[in-house]
């Protein structure tokens, strides 16, 4: 009698503990939907600021360019004048060459933000797998056209300041 | 037991006697001695001292006059330099001029650089 008596006092925790987990299984998953509408709106959230991205610097691209063009109207006018230029010209001819691979990094992830795949017209995300790897394929060539104008515009603003230190 | 007890306490009372007495009589002599000595002393010590006193506040007043002196200077020392300052910048224009288009490279890489120091916009993108 008493081991029917603790027998039937454990049943109540084995209820309890079957009860848990069924419920613990079941709020996992209802929240497995709102993680795909999160991970979408953070993929949609990623192609408005790939676009900005694209934008602000193709602004900067033309800033480049226009550094370039008055450098060698700048370098032409000092040659006139009888100056060593040698440097000058290796320096720009570096900054041409790395804003020439930076615009071409910028092309290419212009190219794929063009026609957003995974995306539907309005931005919103039709297959989620599909949109990652654009906003992948897009990200990896901007931030190369990024890192390149960048270290770019250093060392010619460098080779810039040193010429002119030395040439007063 | 008792009887030791009074006599310490008779012989106590003696010593303070005597020593009330010593004191009494001390007392007695100091007024009978320097009564008229005390207040004259002290009416003649107090204006040595109160004599110097005076004698800083003329003294500090040659200091705040000194200071005035320097500090009128110096404010002319300043416009000096100030003046010449102008002339050094006039005789640097002419070297800018000769160089406009090197400024204008100088100015168009610093706002490029600038604009490039916002921050890396990619930073935090997915990556491969």
Redo the contacts between chains.
Sequence with gaps: MKGIHRQLRKWPIALGLAVLVALIFTGMAVQAAPAQQTGAIVLENFLKREQIALNDQGARLKAADTVISTSQDWINQLKAAGKDTSALESALATYQTQIASAQSNHDAAAAVLAAPAGFDASGKVTDTKTALQTIINAGKPLRQAHLTLVQGTIDFRTAVQNWRAANK | MKTTASSISRKKQASFGVAAACLVLALIACRASGGQSNPSPVPPTNPPVQQPQPVPPTDTIQPTAVPTNTVAQPTTAPTATDTAEPTATVTATP?ANT?A??D???Q??????Q???KG????D????
């Design positions: 070297a160089d288009v090197g204008q490279v100088q168009l890489l610093d706002q490029l650089n604009m490039n120091q890396d916009p990619f930073g993108l997915p990556q491969p």
